[in-house]
């Protein structure tokens, strides 16, 4: 399986960036993109994985952590399999190494990365004032 972020780079404080991921060879496993929710999490540099945003398998159910509500949205396309999350009014402290993820859609604790079972490379995200 892999998973691809894209759209990362340098934004200024205030400004929007919409990262996007890409995940294939589920059928490989006899799996669908429609059988996981999905994650994206950050983590700066001496700080901890955080998980940011999640959102179900059906895209029916979103969920963000505290400090990027209302700032930042999540959404998926199954489709295309494919989730994005856009993040708006962004600051310094949003400056961190994002990831998507790949969690069954059976599972519980979005905020937890052993929950998940795919993950990305990653893709920095820089945030200048």
């Known amino acids: 399986v892999l998973v691809e972020e894209s759209g990362g780079g340098l934004v200024q404080a205030g400004g929007s960036l919409t990262l996007s991921c890409t995940v294939s060879?589920?059928?490989?496993?006899?799996?669908?993109?429609?059988?996981?929710?999905m994650g994206w999490f950050r983590q700066a540099p001496e700080k901890e994985r955080e998980g940011v945003s999640c959102?179900?398998?059906?895209?029916?159910?979103?969920f963000n952590v505290d400090s990027v509500k209302v700032r930042f949205s999540i959404s998926r396309d199954n489709a295309k399999n494919t989730v994005s999350l856009q993040m708006n009014s962004r600051k310094p402290e949003d400056k961190a190494m994002y990831s998507c993820?790949?969690?069954?859609?059976?599972?519980?604790?979005?905020?937890?990365?052993?929950?998940?079972?795919?993950w990305g490379q990653g893709n920095q995200v820089t945030v200048y004032s």
């Open positions: 959102i179900s398998w059906s895209g029916a159910y979103t």
């Open positions: 993820a790949a969690r069954s859609r059976y599972s519980v604790g979005w905020r937890y990365p052993s929950e998940y079972n795919y």
């Open positions: 060879g589920l059928s490989d496993h006899g799996a669908n993109f429609d059988d996981y929710a």
